[in-house]
């Protein structure tokens, strides 16, 4: 037996683990301090299908919090309006509060996996906001009228789900896609999709800056991997990205580990 055999084996046996639950879905229930209910369709593996964006992560807890702090961030007015990009909204949990608690006028939640934008559409569903009707299908809609129980008085904002592979985006979805906001969480995890994850945002951000349209980036981050995260911003600063820490949420309202660092970031294209 070599050296190598125990550490590949305890990688295979974490392996079966992590795969053993694959196909088994739960439901959780995120609580507001209004009392409302988020309820999420979430798989029990912490990796399924290729991809980890069918569980919740911390990340994105954190970011709800802080985004329910400062909910004029994301507010229409009578002098602007407020557009939201998210990339990588995984189980859609930020997105979703967002919609339900803020007042932005468009929120365009997007994910690269087949899997995990099936099941965003349905955990959009079921918190009770309606899909933009050219990204549902008939099965979608019906789910939608059944379950729709709001009053015609709130106003909910156009909402649309998108596939969107950061290695492979195009002028013309830069284009469909221009947004006030781009948000992001728990995205930095692999280097080697660091640099394309940065593309992305130089793309939109010297796109919206071309149209005189000013666009602002808030990523919130777990960093579990402190060279993977530098080096993010290393690439950041390298295509003139500009990057500050924010001061994140001062109250907790979900229960998550906070061992861990969370850092929230707002990103800019400099001048």
């Known amino acids: 037996m070599t050296r190598t055999e125990p550490l590949d084996d305890l990688y295979d046996a974490l392996g079966e683990v992590l795969r053993s639950e694959e196909l088994e879905m739960c439901h959780k229930n995120y609580f507001l301090l209004s009392g409302e209910n988020i309820r999420l369709g979430e798989n029990v593996a912490i990796i399924s299908e290729g991809t980890t964006g069918l569980v919740t992560w911390e990340a994105a807890l954190f970011f709800a919090e802080w985004a329910m702090e400062n909910s004029e961030v994301f507010n229409c007015s009578f002098l602007c309006t407020r557009s939201i990009l998210e990339l990588g909204s995984g189980t859609g949990l930020a997105g979703i509060i967002i919609c339900k608690t803020c007042a932005p006028k468009q929120y365009i939640f997007s994910d690269c996996h087949p899997s995990v934008l099936q099941q965003l559409r349905k955990n959009i569903l079921n918190n009770d906001l309606q899909l933009n009707s050219d990204t549902w299908n008939l099965k979608d809609r019906e789910t939608e009228l ?71 980036v808030y990523l919130a981050s777990t960093i579990r991997n402190p060279e993977t995260y530098h080096r993010f911003k290393m690439e950041l600063d390298g295509v003139g990205i500009g990057h500050q820490v924010i001061t994140g949420p001062t109250s907790k309202v979900f229960p998550y580990n906070g061992s861990t660092k969370i850092e929230l970031l707002k990103i800019y294209h400099e001048t």
């Open 146 to 216: 059944k379950n729709k129980n709001l009053s015609e008085e709130i106003q909910r904002p156009k909402i649309t789900v998108v596939g969107l592979e950061w290695s492979e985006v195009t002028q013309e979805q830069v284009a469909e896609l221009q947004s006030d906001i781009i948000i992001a969480t728990d995205v930095i995890y692999d280097p080697e999709v660091v640099l394309c994850l940065v593309s992305v945002l130089e793309k939109f951000l010297i796109s919206n800056e071309k149209k005189e349209r000013c666009s602002v």
